[in-house]
């Protein structure tokens, strides 16, 4: 077990780096940032200055090999805009989206996989097939328009919940949270809803599909001779069985909804990562676009991890080495 | 005299498909008497596990009994709601299957399984349930039972994880084991420990025992009476040694002329000619008809008849003797 965790951490050290390479030659290839920072009419020698001073002048491997020796101090640069490092930057605005990702992605699997496992044990029932229909409706509609709608819904013509902003946060360790006072959780509703939408939809499908087959399967057979109820067999069976494909699909989705709640966060005015990277790319702020990716890289690469991790949890026969 | 543990009278059990209705079962009566070691012996489709399915009220859909009797200690259990049903379950009446590696659950250990069956019939607690667990293992002849309740199913052979999923069965000590061909996926040798170990544990508590196997030759090491289904009707019935002895049906014959074990040695092994007719369009008369090479106008047409013999078989032209 320790060695396969040791393997994982090797594998994804390499990831990061060939993560890091890719992210910064990719972006350095858009624009020139000089003609961002400095205003057109600047004199030859204030556009020579900035240039040597933000290492510019410098071959693209030299500018990789400083970035990299940064890096690994835990330096990802300052922003050229604010002027200020970048890593406080993204810091500030990840705890809104990871509350936002989180929220969303736990309402995606609590009501999500009960919803699907009772359409998987009665495919017939009506009430499973409103949750299939309705699941269809999750995947196909576009997150932006249903944003629109709960907005118009429920803000706009019921004036239930606040239309976009994050309201008041409680600090805790020096980090602003939304979930901790009721006003903070209307604030966090309805942007949550709507990521979660989605989620909610693939993981209604995948547990209604794991469910079916094990239904039909020996295990279920099995445990059914011993007399066991049909709800001991879902919740301690079926829920055991299909949870690692879960597990899969909740660690890629919370990864992808960290890193790319953008169009939400912009429907919603939220204050995350999302508006951050849209405005870098804006405003070809290179450093805060190439320290976002590599943080994203990172969260993805813990995250797959972890996931890794929990398979060998979830399933024994991946756990090497055990032998009574 | 108490009533049979089991008696089952023109069971019928069909699936509905979109192609027409299978009769899987097409009318099977017999008694199992307490303690008693039955075989059902069929070919594959001959409708033998469906009856042990009807039996436990397990049919996966859409199967459904579609009529007769099945009186479990003088109480009928066709018809009778899933929730008492699965009461008995288990308890009073258990089952085994054909391979082990699919029946356990791969991601718990051997002692949460055994606990939620001993769990499902009252509310002992985890300590008892798992001492009881243990008691059952060790009863099965898994060495070291206490330490193996930890073991995952990956963890034991083929034939150890059989006998786990005995020990499942044997947990509330049933009156009736339904055993679906448990050792076709297993080892010669491991098959022949098993099949002594299941004579005598169902000799030393009283459990009647409906073994059901495509193969005469472990049936005869086993039971004490033998029924031949084929296409979901029995063709003949009766103690194991007569049946195995002087078979009345051609189709029995033709089982036993087939089997290795059985044939004498240098003798050239025959098989029955023909196919199985498909369940959706069973012949008129006997069943075995068009397969038959004594067969006569009579068979083609007539459904054939028994007696209530000690040994009988569903023919019209039954010859105790092979030709």
Redesign the interface.
Known sequence: MLGYIIQRLIQAGFVMLAMSALVFVGVYAIGNPIDVLISPDATQDIREATIRHYGLDQPLWQQYLAFLGRLLQGDLGRSFVLNIPVLHLVLSRLPATLELALTSVLIGAFVGIPLGIYAGYRPESPFSKAIMAASVLGFSVPTFWVGLILILTFAVNLDWLPAGDRGPTVEIFGVGWSFLTWEGLCFLALPALNLSLFKLAMLIRLSRAGTREIMLSDTVKFARAAGLTDFTILRRHVLRLISIPLVTVFGLEFGSTLAFAVVTETIFSWPGVGKLIIDSITSLDRPVMVGYLILVAFLFVTINLVVDLTYAVLDPRLRRGRRV | MNPALLQVRDLRTHFETRAGTIKAVDGISFTLERGEILGLVGESGSGKSVTGFSL?G?L?APGRIAGGSVMFRGQELVGLPQTEM??????RI??????PA????????IG?QMT??VQ??GGSGAGAALALAARSLALVGIPDAA??L???P??FSGGMRQRV?IA??L?HEPELIIADEPTTALDVSIQAQILAEMKTLAQESGTALIWISHDLAIVSSLADRVIVLYLGRIVEYGPVSDVLRAPLHPYTRGLLDSLPALAAPGQKLTQIPGTTPSPLNVPPGCPFAPRCSHATDLCRSEPPRVGDHHHGAFCHHPRPVAP
Do not use: C, S
Request: proline share 3%.
């Open positions: 436990i397990l996966d699965r009461k008995l379950r288990g308890k258990a089952m085994i299957f054909q391979d699919a029946t356990l659950n791969p991601v718990l250990t949460q939620m069956a499902a019939h330490a193996r930890n073991a995952y990956h963890e999923a499942i069965a947990l």
